[in-house]
């Protein structure tokens, strides 16, 4: 029997109809290269998306289409997001730091027919269009007297394109499971891969970041997402905050500069933001270095990477704020787990508390996970075992696009993460399933050596690496920056570890670099530093 | 082009399956007529569950086969709302309180096939079984040892069915649209009708509850639901609070005992509670004579009723405890809004402050809302356009059961509810459409004159009625309970409105009760009041 209820399609189009209904007058702050403080509402940015559908039909966009992107968080960004997707395109929102190989490889993968980018993008394009042969139509993100003279063939600007179309587009009624974006993972081994989200996917994935124990976001905050929107839809948070009417605050091309950073902190009231860690860090190191305040923010949502260990302690103890550790992947929309209390919680003790904090935290209902052996079979969830980490739910990829084969065994996708999870639910990475170092017979963590070296005051950053070794397989080396007019010598950093870990873990060796190298989605390049620090390192990785 | 995202159906099955790897120990505690305070868990709650799917496959209960339930908050209870819906069946929550033409109706309707019933209600049982003929099976939910000599027939004690039955359950792949529960409007006119709530209407619903401007529920929250399973779900907390890992609080059969409520929010150290305004004001009333206080209690989430201005006043001036207005109905799930604050409330002088807190607050993503003049023209939403309101959504009734017409007109449902809608979306409840006055062409609120009448020192309760008027077709007429051992006259009454509504609004005359009716849900009746204390009032209803 079935039930009575109405027959509402999920889609990112319901969601836009809320947000206006509901929330029009909440307000998008953007900086641009035009406009250091532009300001916006949900109702204005709808009307401009209702004038994007218009003119993109009129370029011929049939449903299915691909849009990309190669553009920062800002709000013309935001307007492709919901008019492609709403109007039955594929927005594909292309990460601007790929090699130019791998740009070129996805957007030919993609097909896509029409490519939006920011004007500090515009050389890059220059240098790259004739490598994109399907794309028929290049839109830079800016106004009309903005627009450079440019080699790009039939180049326009943004608001030239959408300039007296009708504010009023007549939405389709979409099947929930039509495609609104892709996105491609930047795997550092093999060509990329096209993750296809849904109108239905995505709506879920917003309702679960929308709970309290997940990003928790309100009516009356403002939320700053420094992750990007050219990766992961910016974790969902540019969906999730006009679900609740929240004010965002979108920086635009300086994302990655701490002292922009704080300055739009400060003066638009930040309460919530979401980055990497190493943008954290950046903004540990410029406020103390500046003496500057954060005088709103109270959570910081760490994710993309670990969260080092003295990066928590540090925010907390110096500037009161809590950050908040979470986990996910591009092939889950992103979100996987959050860091939140649970009852227990309360009752341990400094030290316990910290070390659930540093976890991964726990899944939302909508994803379900699981550990497994090499031979796939289940392990417990005591907190003690660790193995592969693999994931099923409404949000988490089945299939990458124009992929024949399926991406799951056994209905499962496994992370390539090697995780312990405990009888709460909390799921500890302790490294990538490439990462681990396998030394004699066991494996070693490097993640938990890293953190190790990062509570050293002299650290401002460390990897660890596989190195091969005659009798034990592996053993690791250390790598570190070292902060500035900071030193340390590499036996007093050998040192460190001791009491730490396991005798056995403690490296065998450290090298000092001026800076680590990291991947375009900003994570430590692994495979960079085995190229650049072992003889064959490359080959064996 | 469709998404590759994982093809996962949404079912109260995949939420328990959630439950128990992340949350099966967080505690559940239930006041029995057996036990004051029974400790659980969702874990063994939900062995429970598949002990109780094991017995009910036993008696040869198919998919879709209704399952009735007469019972109070508490363990069991909830055993039986995952445990049938999650085999295939339909759980039909019964309200005890209902007339018993209404009950034999019902059951009848709904043709339930088995009923469990709480031990305090066996003399319902015995006086109505014979009015059952599709029941085959009763079932009190009690212990062998608590099951008393009885004349219904074949009555066997939940423990003794369950007792033996394997604890592990291979719950079945429900598609998401399958039938999870039902439960029936007790309509003032006419006969009750049936909501058939499915697998994917609920698990929306929770989502949406779950959400921070929601019922915000964390992990580490303890939550007392007042508000009953036998009606609409209880508001859907057995769903959200086990899909957070909050503990719940099942107040059994003392959910009506201010007394009783007292002594379990303190012990159980409970944060938020959800109920109707009657048993917040007996609460209020209560804390007011003898002096006990709220130790942990920070939100109380009142809903199907409006709530009286001075109860949400007193709250939080003498206990310090915020009132949250929420508005919903059973063909609803029943969450249709809440009332959380805006980045603009904070501007807000204390008075416009409160008349924003008292409106039914705003519809969460999931719920759309308009509202139409008779003609079904819609009407703008500026605060101060008043019409009837009309919702739409993934979780709102389509049609009832057994109906063949469809209870949607243009696509929406008719709350029976007249409103207005501020820009913001805070949406106002005036009156029922049938609880106007209509007073010289225009209409008087009923529900605002009961808020002023209520403000009055001498006033614990207060109703307001239309009686026929040959000049002004009808004329408001106040009713009064007052307060124990306070007094006030019908002219100070109706003096007490004199520049706080329009002149033409004031009450024509006032009545004396020492108490109003309620109907079975907690309301006032307004069709009893007519009755008694209008000539033919029932007759112009």
């Not at 916006?40 to 289409?65: M, P, V």
């Not at 309702?207 to 700053?224: E, K, M, P, Q």
């Not at 091969?468 to 950093?493: F, Y």
Request: contains cysteine; negative net charge.
């Amino acid at each position: 029997m079935k039930g009575l209820m109405m027959d509402c399609p999920l889609t990112v189009t319901s969601l836009m109809r809320h947000v206006n209904a509901q929330h029009g007058a909440s307000e998008v702050y953007s900086l641009t290269v035009e406009n250091p403080a532009h300001r916006s509402t949900y109702a204005e940015i709808f009307k401009r998306c209702a004038q994007l559908a218009n003119a993109l039909r009129r370029l011929g966009l049939n449903r299915g289409d691909r849009v990309a992107t190669l553009a920062w968080n800002d709000y013309r960004h935001m307007e492709l997001y919901y008019g492609v997707s709403c109007m039955g395109g594929v927005l594909h929102t292309v990460n601007p730091r790929l090699f130019p190989e791998q740009l070129q490889y996805i957007v030919n993968h993609a097909e896509d027919r029409y490519l939006f980018a920011d004007p500090l993008l515009l050389p890059l394009l220059e240098k790259m269009h004739e490598a994109f042969p399907a794309v028929e139509r290049y839109v830079l993100l800016c106004g009309k007297d903005a627009l450079p003279e440019s080699s790009v063939p039939g180049l326009i600007s943004y608001e030239e394109l959408i300039e007296g179309e009708d504010e009023r587009y007549d939405w389709p009624e979409l099947d929930e499971n039509t495609a609104s974006s892709m996105c491609y993972t930047s795997g550092t081994t093999g060509n990329p891969k096209g993750v296809l989200y849904s109108h239905r996917s995505t709506v879920l994935h917003t309702y679960a970041s929308g709970l309290s124990d997940a990003i928790n976001l309100r009516s009356a905050d403002v939320v700053l997402p420094v992750v990007p929107m050219f990766h992961a839809n910016a974790w969902g948070v540019v969906y999730c905050a006009p679900m609740v009417g929240a004010k965002l605050v979108l920086p635009g091309p300086r994302a990655g500069d701490p002292e922009a950073l704080v300055a739009m902190m400060n003066s638009e009231r930040v309460d919530v933001a979401l980055g990497v860690p190493t943008v954290w860090l950046g903004l540990l190191n410029y406020l103390d270095a500046s003496g500057r305040r954060l005088e709103t923010v109270r959570n910081l949502v760490v994710g993309g990477a670990a969260c080092p260990r003295s990066m928590m302690v540090d925010f907390q103890a110096r500037y009161g704020i809590s950050v908040c550790h979470a986990w996910g992947m591009t092939e889950m929309s992103p979100l996987g787990s959050v860091n939140a209390p649970t009852a227990g919680s309360a009752k341990l003790d400094d030290k316990a508390l910290l070390a659930q904090r540093l976890t991964q935290g726990r899944a939302p209902y909508g994803v379900e996970m699981r550990l497994t052996d090499d031979d796939g079979n289940e392990l417990p969830r005591d907190g003690k075992a660790v193995g592969r980490l693999q994931v099923r739910g409404p949000w988490v990829a089945r299939r990458y696009y124009r992929a024949e084969e399926s991406a799951l065994k056994d209905g499962w996708f496994d992370t390539g993460d090697v995780a312990s999870i405990d009888s709460n639910g909390f799921m500890n990475i302790t490294d990538r399933t490439k990462d681990l170092i396998k030394s004699g017979g066991e494996w070693i963590s490097s993640i938990e050596l890293e953190d190790v070296a990062m509570t050293h005051p002299a650290v401002s950053e460390a990897a660890v690496i596989a190195t091969p070794h005659e009798k034990w397989t592996e053993r690791p080396l250390l790598i570190v920056c070292l902060k500035e007019g900071a030193s340390a010598e590499a036996d007093e950093l050998i040192a460190w570890f001791e009491g730490k870990v396991a005798r056995w873990w403690i490296p065998d060796g450290v090298r000092f670099a001026d800076e680590l190298p990291h991947t375009a989605t900003g994570k430590v390049s692994k495979l960079k530093l085995r190229e650049q620090f072992i003889a064959g390192g490359a080959a064996a990785s």
